[in-house]
């Protein structure tokens, strides 16, 4: 599976270039921005932070590595790879951004899926310091940094597939960076996802959700799957690991809270929607005359 370094990062302070020489990334107005020596690059400048420590906490990272580690989301991991890798037959390069990557679970994974046909250069991005210092001490070859999806450290044009996996989507950022033709690949929570947790934490449970949203502007729905299975967590740290990961945790009344501690063992539905976009440029007005 060959992993080749991703070159296509931007000067967060004046969106130019960033070469790598040495230990650090330099622009050419001479903006320099080292690598940190566990392997990943702080590209969030303090006035784009909203606190002093954005993002998921240290004690988050960790229960999200120790859960994902188990292999009970690899499911929905599988699937993902199936639509970023294209099946050509060929041997082809792909440049794959994931939005919001955490401790990197999904982009090993993507590494491990590629056969040798497949030459990989990926990037991973999260605005928490501790999930980009996570996933970096866990593989080397991805490029990990931290940074906002709201103002992303990368040239216009110049990546195949954008993930954004339980994230926050900026369709804006996502059509800057993608390649004419290029991909969003999207996991969403579907209206069972983790019903019976939900049943415990909460007094009600809504069960109706929003339909498919239409196709943001640039983007052309290829797509749409479902992902659904269960899941039998048998310890308390399992359940608590999970409830960890999702925004229930700060969701969720104290009652509700206490009532997921009590818990020794719990089956849970995992009901994902997966949405495949691709982008499509919106031509100059004059180009579309001249084809008339």
């Given amino acids: 599976?060959?992993?080749?370094s991703f070159q296509a990062l931007a000067c967060p302070l004046d969106g130019d270039p960033l070469s790598h020489t040495g230990t650090a990334w330099r622009c050419p107005a001479g903006h320099?921005?080292?690598?940190a020596r566990q392997g990943y690059t702080?590209?969030?400048p303090v006035q784009n932070k909203r606190s002093l420590h954005p993002g998921d906490s240290k004690e988050m990272v960790a229960a999200r590595r120790r859960f994902l580690d188990q292999g009970f989301y690899e499911p929905i991991a599988e699937a993902v790879n199936r639509l970023v890798l294209a099946p050509d037959g060929e041997h082809h390069r792909l440049t794959c951004l994931d939005a919001g990557c955490g401790e990197g679970y999904y982009l090993r994974q993507l590494a491990r899926a590629s056969g040798e046909q497949t030459t990989l250069q990926l990037l991973g991005v999260d605005?928490?310091?501790?999930a980009v210092l996570a996933a970096a001490k866990q593989d080397a070859r991805p490029t990990w940094v931290v940074a906002t999806n709201a103002r992303l450290p990368v040239l216009p044009a110049s990546v195949d597939r954008v993930l954004c996996l339980f994230g926050f989507p900026v369709y804006a950022e996502f059509a800057r960076v993608l390649k004419p033709g290029g991909q969003v690949i999207q996991v969403d929570a579907g209206p069972k996802h983790l019903q019976e947790l939900r049943e415990v934490i909460y007094p009600v449970v809504k069960s109706d959700k929003p339909g498919v949203a239409e196709a943001p502007e640039g983007f052309e729905a290829l797509s749409t799957t479902t992902v659904g299975f269960t899941l039998s967590l048998e310890s308390q740290e399992q359940i608590a690991d999970?409830?960890?990961m999702t925004p229930h945790l700060y969701r969720a009344p104290s009652e509700g809270l206490a009532r997921a501690e009590a818990l020794e063992s719990l089956t849970v539905t995992v009901d994902v929607r997966l949405t495949c976009y691709q982008h499509t440029p919106v031509r100059p007005l004059a180009d579309a005359k001249?084809?008339?």
Avoid: C, G, Q, T
Avoid at 1 to 4: A, G, L
Avoid at 127 to 130: A, D, G, L, T, V
């Fill in 242 to 244: 999970l409830l960890a």
């Fill in 127 to 130: 605005i928490s310091k501790w």
């Fill in 42 to 44: 702080h590209l969030l």
């Fill in 290 to 292: 001249e084809d008339a």
């Fill in 1 to 4: 599976m060959p992993i080749d």
């Fill in 32 to 35: 320099n921005f080292d690598v």
